[in-house]
Antibody
Framework: EVQLVESGGGLVQPGGSLRLSCAAS????????MHWVRQAPGRGLEHVAAITSFGDNTYYRTSVKGRFTISRDNSNNMLYLQMGSLRAEDKAVYYC??????????WGQGAQVTVSS | ETVLTQSPGTLSLSPGERATLSCRASQSVSTSYLAWFQQKPGQPPRLLIY???SRATGVPDRFSGSGSGTDFTLTINRLEPEDFAVYYC?????????FGQGTKVEIK
């Protein structure tokens, strides 16, 4: 059974940093591109970042470029999102998701990130 | 970036009725790269349709997707109580993934 479990969410002050983790199991992790997708309270879905199976290519939405870094550890089946210079508008539930032909076939339950002083 | 506009914003229907949801793209989308998701409160999205018309594993056949170019449709035949939720379309193109703003299907 495919499982994705996020951790590392919490409350952080504006300008602060946070690292999200996603533990993957039930599939061959190093065969899949992985993504982070977020959802602000009462809002729709927004793609944040992607990383190819061996980490050789990464993609970011414009608003997080230079502030967020996606990475992975294939030996431990882990996906990460290092978030810096956090802003109020980064407040959201962050989901890790597995890629399936340009879409996302499995999602974690999400990690809440709150940016507030 | 391709913008996806979904309509209507809210659809009020009764169980057993048919739901027709629209997703219009600001530029042409490859049918291979158009998907639909269902989301219920407090849950992550669930993939329903990929490649515009292929059902994901375990998705009932009352869900169907169609369309091409800039106009895509999700149809739910004979609404069941568990189908009342928010639905999102999503596309991929030029290393960019975008979602529509969602259509809420509510019980009338």
């Amino acid at each position: 059974e495919v499982q994705l479990v996020e951790s590392g969410g919490g409350l952080v002050q504006p300008g602060g940093s946070l690292r999200l983790s996603c533990a993957a199991s039930g599939f061959t992790f190093n065969s899949y591109t992985m993504h982070w997708v977020r959802q602000a309270p009462g809002r729709g879905l927004e793609h944040v970042a992607a990383i190819t199976s061996f980490g050789d290519n990464t993609y970011y939405r414009t608003s997080v470029k230079g502030r967020f870094t996606i990475s992975r550890d294939n030996s431990n089946n882990m996906l990460y999102l290092q978030m810096g210079s956090l802003r109020a508008e980064d407040k959201a539930v962050y989901y890790c998701a597995r890629a399936r032909v340009a879409t996302f076939d499995f999602w974690g339950q999400g990690a809440q990130v709150t940016v507030s002083s | 970036e391709t913008v996806l506009t979904q309509s209507p914003g809210t659809l009020s229907l009764s169980p057993g009725e048919r739901a027709t949801l629209s997703c219009r793209a600001s530029q042409s989308v490859s049918t291979s790269y158009l998907a639909w998701f269902q989301q219920k409160p407090g849950q992550p999205p669930r993939l329903l349709i990929y490649g515009a018309s292929s059902r994901a594993t375990g998705v009932p056949d009352r869900f169907s997707g169609s369309g091409s170019g800039t106009d895509f449709t999700l149809t739910i035949n004979r609404l069941e109580p568990e189908d009342f939720a928010v639905y999102y379309c999503q596309q991929y193109g030029a290393s960019s993934w975008t979602f529509g703003q969602g259509t809420k299907v509510e019980i009338k």
